[in-house]
């Protein structure tokens, strides 16, 4: 009976990422708690018949910023929060990844006009996103660090706190519920509306498989545009 009601209790959980992990704690504790009780067979199978939620992978149109909301975001922040979104919006960088890029992982190419960025993502896969010097002086002369491209002298701020500064400012500015991740989001509907195919945006975002941008950003469903409405 206790079993069912768990059951029916992770069940009813709706927010995948929730149920996820209080079925991964379920199991951690029943597990120890049976351990050596021939009951943990029966304990196995009910958590094995609850089954997580697929997270919804598609990105609507209210979780972007176009770039006049980018635009406006930027100049509506303070100085460094400002060029840090602007550096995550032309990167499409997660802000993790952002903020370890030292200055060592900056190379100038292109007479010095541009900056490659080595970047170690996601799964610890080496990327390259690109900056222009215009750019990259301003970031130096404002922040002065060093060994980090973005911190404060020697030490890298801490994501959380760029993450709630960011989401504060899109409140303030923008009145919208937006954190620093909206910003990489925002520049692969930016690439896209500029003609750039889904494949080397794909490669751009470092996207572990061209799947998993086109679950993300491709729609089958007509836009207000195409319906006529607007």
């Not at 799964?123 to 060994?147: A, C, H, T, W």
């Amino acid at each position: 009976e206790d079993l069912d009601s768990l059951r029916a209790w992770l069940n009813s959980i709706t927010v995948p990422a929730t149920k996820a992990l209080y079925i991964a704690a379920a199991k951690k504790v029943l597990n120890s708690l049976y351990k050596g009780d021939p009951r943990l067979i029966e304990v196995n199978e009910v958590l094995a018949s609850i089954k997580p939620l697929k997270r919804k992978m598609t990105i609507t149109e209210s979780k972007y910023l176009n770039r006049r909301e980018v635009d406006a975001l930027i100049a509506g922040s303070s100085e460094r929060i400002g060029l840090i979104i602007e550096t995550l919006f032309v990167t499409a960088l997660r802000i993790s990844e952002l903020l370890n890029v030292r200055l060592s992982d900056c190379t100038p190419i292109r007479d010095g006009n541009v900056y490659e960025i080595r970047v170690i993502g996601k799964g610890n896969k080496q990327n390259l996103v690109f900056i222009n010097k215009e750019l990259y002086d301003r970031l130096r002369i404002v922040f002065k660090s060093k060994p980090f491209l973005i911190g404060h002298q020697k030490e890298k701020y801490r994501r959380e706190y760029i993450s709630k500064r960011i989401k504060d400012y899109g409140f303030k500015v923008l009145n919208k519920k937006i954190g620093a991740h909206t910003l990489r989001h925002s520049r692969a509907y930016d690439l896209m509306e500029r003609g750039v195919s889904i494949d080397k945006v794909s490669k751009y975002l470092n996207h572990s498989t061209f799947s998993t941008t086109a679950n993300f950003y491709l729609h089958t469903t007509p836009t207000l545009e195409e319906l006529g409405i607007i």
